[in-house]
């Protein structure tokens, strides 16, 4: 079994409009660039579930997903979005929280923060 993240940046993959995927932390490079549009993908929950004779049946896992959309993206936002939440739970994950977006007060880029969450059987 793949580590939450690892299992939830799978998801990612073939996205054109997205230009990297961090796991944990960003390289300090990366936190330097903010041309590009990044995911950042933290380990939120991975806890034994579903107890029965005194042993867990499933781990109880969730993410936290960070989007940092670069100074000039020039897509719909909403609409992407609306696209990845769409992967994720075609993907088994549940969307547990989807926060409103922000401006990094650094770099000045829009930030959106999302927490998928799912059980899996062990």
Excluded: C
């Excluded at 799978?10 to 995927?21: I, P």
């Excluded at 936190?31 to 990044?38: E, F």
């Excluded at 579903?50 to 719909?76: H, K, M, T």
């Excluded at 979005?81 to 994720?88: H, K, N, V």
């Amino acid at each position: 079994m793949q580590l939450p993240i690892i299992e939830a940046g799978s998801v990612l993959d073939g996205l054109d409009w997205l230009e990297g995927v961090y796991y944990n932390t960003l390289p300090e490079d990366i936190k330097a660039d903010s041309s590009k549009t990044i995911v950042l993908l933290t380990e939120v929950e991975n806890t034994p579930d579903e107890w029965g004779n005194d042993d867990f049946n499933s781990l109880s896992q969730s993410v936290e997903l960070e989007i940092f959309y670069g100074d000039n993206f020039n897509q719909n936002i909403q609409d992407l979005e609306i696209d990845l939440m769409d992967l994720y739970q075609r993907a088994g994950w549940k969307i547990a929280t989807s926060r409103p977006h922000m401006t990094d007060p650094d770099t000045n880029q829009v930030i959106k923060v999302f927490y998928f969450s799912k059980k899996n059987q062990i």
